[in-house]
């Protein structure tokens, strides 16, 4: 439910409002606009009475959200919604490239491509640390130790860093390093690691999960709006078809789609989304001509080398030779690259 206050509805009104919620068990997110204060109230609150709280002062309008999802919803938020991150802002005008590694897999390799990505364009670092593998044989990250490199990093080249949390138990622990939660593909329905990501107010890049419908993925990013942490950007990563051509097939509807449905911003990830570093650039392209707000890519100094996801990075080469294509799209959609950017 929406409660829409009347532009000179008083401190005391809007307070009376949210204890009313607050009465019915239900929790408020009031945004206080210029103008006038709009309050959500979100919950299994079915059997609330609209009429009552038509009937508070200060009250102008009370609104059902019709959609499940509500406060990811473009109903409850009508202007798209802009992050102010290190360095740049995600969601208005500028499209921000997020670039780096699978892995961190060594101090030196991970100095390296920070450095390679920043000169290249990059607006942020990824990198995991705890890596989400198909099998246990396989390398798990470097842990707390990566999370120390990318620290490094990020103190070297200026670039705020992205890292994938895998469980509510390396939250503290991460808090403390990263700038942003990535919040992986295979965990978009851990409900647990969600609510207790929306206990943190550190921004999440909130992977759509690999079956996950356009509105599954909505509702799961419920889970972390709720618990009141508001920055969630939305990435779409490719999604399983029966296709086998590619690692995965890029739902490029989703980008317009989720514009349309939710006022978060929705980057494009063309490398997990094709699987093949052949394919990332016109992909990253297509994504930011159908209106996505940022691109998150790999890329390695020695992608045959590579410990994770070798064949689908981009060299640094051919990652600059990207950002520089990306640029001319995001100019032909009224956008542009960050200022500054080379
Ligand atoms: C990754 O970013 O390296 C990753 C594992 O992504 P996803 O969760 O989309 O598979
Ligand atoms: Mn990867």
């Not at 349309?260 to 016109?282: E, N, Q, W, Y």
């Not at 297509?286 to 790999?298: F, H, T, W």
């Not at 020695?302 to 990207?322: C, N, R, V, Y």
Request: with cysteine; net charge negative.
């Amino acid at each position: 439910m929406m409660i829409i206050m009347h532009p000179g509805a008083s401190r005391e009104q809007i307070n009376a409002v949210i204890a009313e919620i607050e009465r019915h068990k239900l929790t408020s997110h009031p945004i206080f606009g210029v103008e006038q204060t709009i309050i959500g109230a979100v919950g299994d609150g079915h059997y609330v009475l609209k009429e009552e709280f038509e009937a508070l002062p200060g009250v102008m309008e009370v609104q059902r959200i019709s959609k499940p999802y509500k406060l990811a919803s473009r109903q409850f938020h009508e202007q798209d919604s802009v992050f102010k991150l290190d360095g740049f802002d995600i969601g208005g005008a500028e499209v921000p490239i997020i670039a780096g590694p699978c892995s961190v897999e060594s101090r030196v390799q991970i100095l390296e491509i920070a450095q390679a990505v920043k000169e290249a364009g990059a607006n942020a670092l990824r990198g995991g640390v705890f890596k989400p593998r198909t099998s246990p044989y396989a390398f798990q990250g470097l842990g707390e130790e990566g999370l120390e490199y990318m620290a490094e990093a990020r103190e070297k080249t200026g670039l705020p860093i992205v890292v994938e949390v895998m469980a509510v138990s390396q939250i503290d622990m991460m808090e403390k390093y990263v700038d942003v939660f990535q919040l992986g593909a295979r965990n978009m329905q851990n409900f647990n690691l969600l609510r207790a990501i929306g206990e943190t107010r550190t921004p999440v890049l909130f992977k759509r999960g690999m079956s996950a419908t356009i509105e599954e993925m909505l509702m799961a990013s419920e889970y972390i709006l709720s618990g009141g942490n508001t920055r969630v950007i939305l990435c779409e990563r490719g999604i399983r078809t029966f296709e086998t051509a590619t690692r995965n097939t890029t739902d490029i509807n989703a980008i317009p789609v989720l514009k349309k449905l939710t006022h978060l911003p929705v980057v494009i990830d063309p490398s997990h989304s094709t699987g093949d570093s052949a394919f990332v650039s016109s992909i990253a392209k297509a994504g930011v001509a159908a209106g996505a707000d940022g691109v998150i890519v790999e890329v390695h100094h020695d992608p045959a080398h590579a410990i994770s996801d070798g064949k689908q990075s981009l060299t640094p080469e051919a990652f600059a030779k990207m950002v520089k294509q990306v640029r001319a799209i995001a100019e032909a959609v009224d956008r542009r690259l960050v200022n500054g950017n080379s």
